[in-house]
């Protein structure tokens, strides 16, 4: 089952590349020549789209990016050598993790990206044994809710959540998402 479900990502991948095939784009796992382009990336988004009044001090996940992620996974998301998308997977226990900095630029959203990040992200998961992915999202974000739950996350409660979580204190609205089984 799962070797199915990895097959069905990569093919998703290469069909939705193809179908958006008017920019170029490539997904590359966390490098630190981007790490100022990610940080001004992602606190722009939060500051000027989202109003939300955050500094990169106050994100420790993007104060030290390798760091934070070490036993996870961080992807970046290009266009020729701009930044225009981020996802980060936290190593929670053994079989759990947490989705983190999941941003797309305004200009290449509902372009596939954002779907690109997270078939890449749970498919680098599922090949390291990952059973369930959780995360945590602002109320207000009402597009990425209905990402999440299109692709498959279930809504549930904080007190849901596994011992370990990285709740930042801006999520009120938690989701999780069951990978296959072998």
């Known amino acids: 089952m799962k070797s199915y479900f990895i097959a069905l990502l990569l093919i998703a991948s290469i069909l939705i590349h193809t179908a958006q095939g008017h920019y170029n784009m490539k997904i590359i796992a966390f490098d630190e020549k981007y790490n100022n382009d990610v940080i001004n990336f992602v606190v722009s988004i939060q500051q000027h ?39 980060g997977l936290v190593d929670i226990d053994n079989s759990n993790g947490a989705l983190r900095k999941m941003f797309v630029h305004k200009d290449y959203r509902g372009m596939g990206v954002a779907q690109q990040l997270l078939e890449q992200l749970l498919l680098w998961a599922a090949q390291r044994n ?53």
């Open 130 to 182: 990952y059973t369930t992915i959780y995360l945590g999202t602002m109320p207000i974000l009402y597009a990425a809710h209905r990402f999440y739950e299109k692709s498959g996350f279930v809504e549930i409660t904080e007190k849901d959540l596994p011992v370990g979580f990285p709740l930042a204190p801006v999520d009120k609205k938690f989701y999780k998402y069951a990978l296959p089984s072998n």
């Open 49 to 87: 789209e989202f109003h939300v009044p955050i500094t990169p001090e106050e994100q420790p996940d993007l104060r030290d990016i390798k760091g934070f992620f070490k036993n996870g996974n961080f992807l970046i998301a290009l266009d020729q050598e701009k930044v225009i998308g981020t996802i």
